[in-house]
Nanobody
Framework: QVQLVESGGGLVQAGGSLRLSCAASGRTVSGLHMGWFRQAAGKERECVAAIRKIGGMALYADSVKGRFTISRNNAKNTLYLQMNSLKPEDTAVYYC???????????????WGQGTQVIVSS
């Protein structure tokens, strides 16, 4: 079983930065395909970034490409999402997800965190 706990959300002005963290337990992050999803009010959940367990190849949604960076620290068993140049449309609840087999922006993930709220003010 994998447990995921997100942190780092908050209120930030447009143009600012935040770094989200996802602490994993039960498995090492290097042994998991992982992703960051977000869900804004009234909208469907979307995957904004994913990282492959072998090699660490990252994928990004077009809406965040060049602004967000997904990374992991194996020693801390933690996944990160560095978010720069934030826009009001980035406002959402952000979720960390993991899976042993599925990878990618469209992949299904078995394990989910509880979410952390990000609000970007204009």
């Amino acid at each position: 079983q994998v447990q995921l706990v997100e942190s780092g959300g908050g209120l930030v002005q447009a143009g600012g930065s935040l770094r989200l963290s996802c602490a994993a337990s039960g498995r090492t992050v290097s042994g998991l395909h992982m992703g960051w999803f977000r869900q804004a009010a009234g909208k469907e959940r979307e995957c904004v970034a994913a990282i492959r367990k072998i090699g660490g190849m990252a994928l990004y949604a077009d809406s965040v490409k060049g602004r967000f960076t997904i990374s992991r620290n194996n020693a801390k068993n933690t996944l990160y999402l560095q978010m720069n140049s934030l826009k009001p449309e980035d406002t959402a609840v952000y979720y960390c997800a993991a899976d042993l087999s599925n990878y990618g922006l469209q992949g299904s993930y078995d394990y989910w965190g509880q979410g952390t709220q990000v609000i970007v003010s204009s």
